[in-house]
């Protein structure tokens, strides 16, 4: 167990203390450890456990602790699995656990209001009295909270048809590292800054409240438990289902490993657990072509559930599964990783065999639905040699899942134990950007230090840009060499830029890939927006957004529809230095590093130029998104230190950060 000497927390403690009163400045041996553990092997003793009651002191306490440098993590349920809720540099805990009131249930307009540290499966019980459901139900559902699924971008079972814990926000009260007090909307105008500084593992601020999405419970539900004799079968079963239209409520796996340790009955290499929710007039057809999927692909075992109890039943298999195979040792790994779903039989047969090369007790459980594995590995303390043996076949994993194009994170995030690991996913440009981020919203390094970013690894892996980005770069080079910003434009049908040094993307209009197994379609930014429609339409596939006037990348880059950050899983970008960058996959999770989606969404170009953007489609047709118009707007003071961090020089869309957006003020 280690601890950070410092006396930085005593230059503050008289402060501290005259804001929350003495009982609740904690300093005892006994506070300090029952707070120096999280979910994960990481082990570090702060210097102090502060016990937050009143929420409303929040912001000046975190002020007082950037003042006098003190480092501050948040910790709650401290459930997360990387170590993320340990004070590695020492400074103080700061306990959240008093702050899980739920302050509103909005039933008429589909919300709740709720403190940081409510508990996900209290809020489920509230709602479910009123006959309404939030959507993400993380397996620890009933002891993680609000906050902390936030943080770490926790799904569930239900992502594949709601979305994880970031697409069911609508808006937030945020605390920066100085204490700065902001309010941010899913559908506010600029840069999607709830997403970004949402899902940053308390490394960029502190989440005060949220504001929640809720719907009503849906009046019918079906439940099967299908056992086949390879994961192959089942996972034709799994893309027979998504290319029928059927979108489940959850489409969960386990292998053959985890069946055995969950002792069941019936001899299978793999189990689905698939579940539909919705209206009780469509669901008896979708029911009966799951059956019928479940038998064309061999399926050996077919229960149904027939009422809520029974389903229940069923269930517990699943929620089971991660209890059994810990059973096996005296505690548990539980990693966390996602694929494309094409790629998701060949990381399984991988990752069985490292299981093996090594001889661990470990099983996979996963979302068949969205790509994302759980591996699991039992595990005895006392044996060094089994640690020493899992800690080689965890770096295999990671290297194995990113040999074929995933993320190392996809619900639990990164945190210190798989901070190394980020140096396998980035290349060196794109690590850059995190840092720079990091930097321009926590210059003194307080929140949740040493969390996220690779300390001493160096990446190797490049990013090569596409033969047609290298006169972008070359001309992005040249305009700080010279200092003449660049005014971007694609097909102008927004900002309607007549003047000044303009830099067009309107040849960068090609679709570059559709993936009709995977349900992605790769497109430069300046494929016209009625183009891609007609286009996708011959594939019969759809992206949920109206087929509005200008192109894909002059849509995300407005976000005049903020629906469709959800749908963009990848981007590629030539930063305000030249640099090129590649961000995400074809995998519909990923919550390791910064969310450089979220940061290009609503940025209007003036963080970095968009070539290419990787968004998930749907092979049915779905109720389009809302179209939000276009305003002239001021950045906010977060923007403008994004923008000097990320541009320092203002080359990019320079007339953004001048006082206006009207590109005749550009000198």
Not at 20 to 30: A, H, I, P, Q
Not at 129 to 142: C, L, N, Q, T
Not at 267 to 292: F, M, N
Not at 375 to 395: M, Q, R, V
């Amino acid at each position: 167990m280690a601890m950070i000497k410092s006396d930085k927390f005593n230059t503050a403690k008289k402060e501290v203390i005259k804001l929350l009163g003495k009982e609740n400045v904690l300093t005892n041996k006994t506070a300090l450890l029952l707070n120096c553990f999280d979910g994960s092997p990481v082990k570090s003793l702060p210097e102090a456990v502060l016990e937050i009651k009143d929420i409303s002191k929040l912001p000046a306490l975190i002020a007082v602790l950037n003042k006098h440098k003190v480092p501050f993590v948040p910790r709650a349920a401290a459930t997360n699995h990387d170590g993320g809720a340990v004070a590695i540099k020492g400074g103080a805990i700061l306990n959240l656990n008093h702050l899980d009131a739920v302050e509103d249930i909005n039933i008429k307009e589909g919300y709740t209001l709720v403190q940081c540290s409510t508990v996900n499966g209290n809020l489920q019980k509230m709602l479910d009295k009123e006959g309404f459901f939030y959507a993400p139900d993380p397996a620890s559902r009933e002891f993680s909270t609000i906050g902390g699924n936030c943080a770490l971008g926790a799904g569930g079972p239900k992502t594949l048809k709601y979305g994880a814990t970031l697409a069911n926000v609508l808006g937030t009260e945020f605390i920066l590292p100085d204490g700065t007090e902001i309010a941010l909307s899913k559908n506010s105008q600029g840069p999607d800054l709830l997403s970004l500084l949402l899902r940053s593992e308390g490394t960029l601020g502190l989440i005060k409240k949220l504001r929640l999405k809720i719907l009503p419970k849906p009046s019918f539900k079906r439940t099967f438990l299908a056992y086949f004799p390879s994961l192959t079968d089942a996972m034709l079963c799994v893309k027979e289902i998504i290319a029928a239209g059927i979108i489940p409520s959850a489409l969960e796996a386990l292998d053959h490993a985890t069946l055995k340790a969950s002792e069941s009955p019936v001899e299978a290499q793999a189990l689905l657990i698939i579940e539909l929710d919705g209206k009780r007039t469509e669901l008896p057809k979708h029911a009966k072509q799951i059956e019928s999927f479940c038998k064309i692909n061999k399926a050996v075992k077919l229960e149904a559930a027939q009422n809520e109890a029974k389903r229940r039943a069923l269930w517990q298999t699943r929620l089971s599964a991660a209890a059994a195979l810990a059973s096996l040792g005296s505690g548990i790994f539980s990693l966390d990783c996602a694929v494309s779903r094409a790629n998701l039989p060949k990381a399984i047969e991988q990752i069985s065999a490292i299981f093996g090369k090594y001889g661990l007790r470990a099983g996979i459980v996963f979302h068949a639905g969205d790509g994302n594995l759980h591996p699991n590995i039992a595990f005895k303390e006392n044996n060094l040699y089994e640690l020493s043996n899992i800690k080689k076949a965890i770096k295999e994993i990671h290297q194995t899942i990113c040999a074929l194009g995933g993320t190392i994170s996809a619900e639990h995030g990164i945190g210190v134990e798989k901070r190394a690991a980020m140096a396998m996913m980035f290349d060196e440009n794109t690590l850059k950007i995190f840092r720079k981020i990091k930097t321009a919203l926590d210059p003194q390094n307080v929140a949740n230090p040493d969390k996220v970013l690779p300390i001493a690894s160096v990446s190797e892996k490049k990013a090569s840009p596409p033969q047609d980005i290298i006169p972008l770069i070359e001309a992005v080079k040249l305009a700080n060499a010279e200092n003449k910003p660049l005014n971007i434009v694609g097909l102008n049908t927004k900002l309607k830029l007549k003047k000044g040094n303009i830099l067009s993307l309107k040849n960068l209009n090609k679709i570059l890939d559709i993936d009709k197994t995977d349900y992605t379609i790769t497109i430069q930014p300046s494929f016209c927006m009625k183009e891609l429609e007609e286009e996708l339409k011959k594939h019969n596939l759809y992206l949920p957004v109206p087929a509005v006037k200008g192109s894909i990348g002059g849509v995300f880059s407005a976000k005049t529809i903020p629906a469709l950050k959800d749908y963009v899983t990848a981007i590629e970008a030539v930063m305000p230095d030249g640099s090129f960058i590649s961000y995400g996959g074809k995998y519909v999770k990923n919550t390791a590093g910064y969310d450089l989606i979220a940061l290009m969404c609503g940025a209007r170009g003036a963080y970095g130029i968009v070539t290419s953007l990787t968004l998930r489609l749907l092979p049915y047709k779905a109720q389009k998104s809302e179209v939000l118009p276009f305003k002239r707007r001021l950045p906010s003071d977060v923007e403008f230190k994004l923008k000097k961090a990320l541009d320092p020089n203002n080359i990019l869309n320079p007339f953004l950060f001048e006082g206006t957006e009207d590109e005749n003020k550009t000198p």
